[in-house]
């Protein structure tokens, strides 16, 4: 259709200029320089006139649609490259992910320089940690950083590789930068405050920390991050050089997580030290009533004996078994403190209110023990044997050597750590573990 319209136009174009020409045969002077000059017919000047114009407007519209082929030819190669190129990301993050490694760097290594490509260099450096080469990765990195400028992806990346090269303020460095490109991150966020933590910087993971639990929504990620957020104050109170300001501190701390027990141990501790141990035994006491945990009892009992104050000892376990009554590491204290006071009346009473989670081999080594002190030694040594067990110790229960997990029976794999060839059969040498008690509690 344009090539008719096109012919129509130049034969009507001809024929108006042959009338032109026809009706103006007057010869005209055209000057084509100041001292030259042509005379022509006036037909033949205005259809001159109207060619030369006809050839600069082709000569425009040629030039304007050679630009358009031009840059839509530009524009189709370079929608073919990034096509050839995104097939190769997806194939080199496919291979990424089934864990051919070396495929994938390959795959890379053909679309193209990966510096100039935050996902293909991301893609190499993940392939790199995968593979146990942080030092690759951290090559690759640290060569598409510079072009890329401060991608938040690569920058994690970055971390990863430095943290397994040992490298911790490398880490915290690009941690940092990461979160400065993007501070909504919550993922950054949690990196830079588990990166703090293993470096121990715990005044510049507080902050963090308390950011992480106001936005915390579930009850469980709210416990969780509450416990970390008294981990690092603890932390930070024992850092403390003066000892009264720490244990202000720290017994702050106790007061409002009393189930925290490290900030009471430590508080009572400090006070101890800075010559105020009636603070100290304060502070212990008050946590052992909400959590009474070994390590409480033992500094307690630890602190009577050397003021010569059994009877408050004594006094100390009434009360605590009666908030507690079920709970076996009071009674089980109560009755060691009682032998090693001799109060063999108190001790037989103690062993008849003995609650059925404490029954075991512990409860029958004390058993012993009372028997033994007081001179009866046939009943002492049953009570030693059926602490023992039939296997006279040599049965006890097996014990995983990576993680230290106890199960009553050996398994060829670790139920607790998931790994083989670490579980064994430990002689009962202290009966300690077999003691059965409630959750979070130490035995």
Same mark, same amino acid.
């Given at each position: 259709?344009?090539?008719?319209?096109?012919?129509?136009?130049?034969?009507?174009?001809?024929?108006?200029?042959?009338?032109?020409?026809? %009706?103006?045969?007057?010869?005209?002077?055209?000057?084509?320089?100041?001292?030259?000059?042509?005379?022509?017919?006036?037909?033949?000047?205005?259809?001159?006139?109207?060619?030369?114009?006809?050839?600069?407007?082709?000569?425009?519209?040629?030039?304007?649609?050679?630009?358009?082929?031009?840059?839509?030819?530009?524009?189709?190669?370079?929608?073919?490259?990034?096509?050839?190129?995104?097939?190769?990301?997806?194939?080199?993050?496919?291979?990424?992910?089934?864990?051919?490694?070396?495929?994938?760097?390959?795959?890379?290594?053909?679309?193209?320089?990966?510096?100039?490509?935050?996902?293909?260099?991301? %893609? /190499?450096?993940?392939?790199?940690?995968?593979? &146990?080469?942080?030092?690759?990765?951290?090559?690759? %990195?640290?060569?598409?950083?510079?072009?890329?400028?401060?991608?938040?992806?690569?920058?994690?990346?970055?971390?990863?590789?430095?943290?397994?090269?040992?490298?911790?303020?490398?880490?915290?460095?690009?941690?940092? !930068?990461?979160?400065?490109?993007?501070?909504?991150?919550?993922?950054? %966020?949690?990196?830079?405050?588990?990166?703090?933590?293993?470096?121990?910087?715990?005044?510049?993971?507080? #902050?963090?920390?308390?950011?992480?639990?106001?936005?915390?929504?579930?009850?469980?990620?709210?416990?969780?991050?509450?416990?970390? /957020?008294?981990?690092?104050?603890?932390?930070?109170?024992?850092?403390?050089?003066?000892?009264?300001?720490?244990?202000?501190? *720290? &017994?702050?701390?106790?007061?409002?997580?009393?189930?925290?027990?490290?900030?009471?141990?430590?508080?009572?501790?400090?006070? !101890?030290?800075?010559?105020?141990?009636?603070?100290?035994?304060?502070?212990?006491?008050?946590?052992?009533?909400?959590?009474?945990?070994?390590?409480? /009892?033992?500094?307690?009992?630890?602190?009577?004996?050397?003021?010569?104050?059994?009877?408050?000892?004594?006094?100390?376990?009434?009360?605590?078994?009666?908030?507690?009554?079920?709970?076996?590491?009071?009674?089980?204290?109560?009755?060691?403190?009682?032998?090693?006071?001799?109060?063999?009346?108190?001790?037989?009473?103690?062993?008849?209110?003995?609650?059925?989670?404490?029954?075991?081999? *512990?409860?029958?080594?004390?058993?012993?023990?009372?028997?033994?002190?007081?001179?009866?030694?046939?009943?002492?040594?049953?009570?030693?044997?059926?602490?023992?067990?039939?296997?006279?110790?040599?049965?006890? #229960?097996?014990?995983?050597?990576?993680?230290?997990?106890?199960?009553?029976?050996?398994?060829?794999?670790?139920?607790?750590?998931?790994?083989?060839?670490?579980?064994?059969?430990?002689?009962?040498?202290?009966?300690?573990?077999?003691?059965?008690?409630?959750?979070?509690?130490?035995?």
């Amino acid at each position: 259709m344009r090539i008719w319209g096109g012919a129509t136009l130049a034969v009507a174009v001809a024929l108006v200029t042959g009338w032109l020409w026809l %009706l103006n045969q007057t010869p005209v002077a055209v000057h084509l320089a100041p001292e030259r000059s042509w005379t022509v017919p006036l037909g033949a000047a205005l259809g001159g006139s109207f060619a030369i114009g006809a050839a600069g407007i082709a000569v425009l519209w040629l030039g304007g649609a050679s630009a358009r082929r031009w840059r839509s030819w530009r524009q189709r190669r370079a929608s073919r490259h990034e096509a050839r190129r995104a097939a190769s990301t997806a194939r080199a993050r496919a291979l990424v992910w089934s864990g051919a490694y070396a495929r994938a760097r390959a795959e890379l290594s053909r679309g193209g320089a990966a510096a100039e490509d935050a996902t293909r260099a991301a %893609l /190499l450096a993940e392939a790199h940690l995968r593979e &146990g080469d942080p030092v690759a990765a951290r090559r690759v %990195l640290d060569e598409a950083l510079p072009r890329l400028g401060p991608d938040p992806g690569l920058l994690d990346l970055l971390a990863s590789a430095a943290e397994a090269l040992g490298d911790r303020q490398g880490a915290i460095a690009a941690l940092e !930068q990461a979160r400065r490109t993007d501070p909504t991150s919550p993922r950054l %966020l949690r990196r830079l405050r588990d990166a703090y933590l293993a470096a121990e910087r715990w005044a510049d993971a507080l #902050p963090l920390e308390s950011e992480i639990l106001l936005a915390a929504r579930s009850p469980d990620a709210l416990a969780e991050e509450t416990g970390i /957020l008294h981990g690092i104050r603890h932390e930070l109170g024992c850092a403390e050089l003066d000892d009264a300001r720490a244990a202000r501190r *720290l &017994g702050m701390l106790a007061r409002e997580a009393p189930t925290f027990v490290p900030a009471a141990v430590a508080a009572g501790d400090r006070w !101890q030290r800075a010559g105020h141990p009636w603070r100290a035994r304060r502070i212990w006491e008050r946590t052992a009533l909400v959590r009474p945990a070994a390590v409480l /009892l033992q500094r307690l009992e630890d602190h009577d004996a050397a003021l010569g104050r059994r009877d408050r000892t004594a006094r100390r376990y009434r009360r605590l078994r009666r908030h507690h009554p079920d709970d076996p590491i009071v009674a089980l204290h109560e009755l060691r403190s009682l032998v090693l006071s001799e109060q063999w009346e108190a001790a037989r009473s103690a062993l008849e209110r003995l609650p059925t989670a404490a029954q075991g081999p *512990l409860a029958d080594v004390l058993r012993a023990e009372w028997h033994r002190r007081r001179g009866e030694l046939a009943d002492a040594t049953e009570a030693y044997a059926r602490a023992l067990g039939p296997g006279l110790g040599l049965d006890g #229960p097996a014990r995983c050597s990576a993680c230290a997990a106890t199960t009553e029976t050996w398994t060829g794999r670790c139920r607790a750590c998931r790994r083989w060839n670490t579980v064994d059969i430990v002689p009962r040498l202290e009966p300690r573990p077999a003691v059965a008690g409630p959750p979070n509690q130490p035995s």
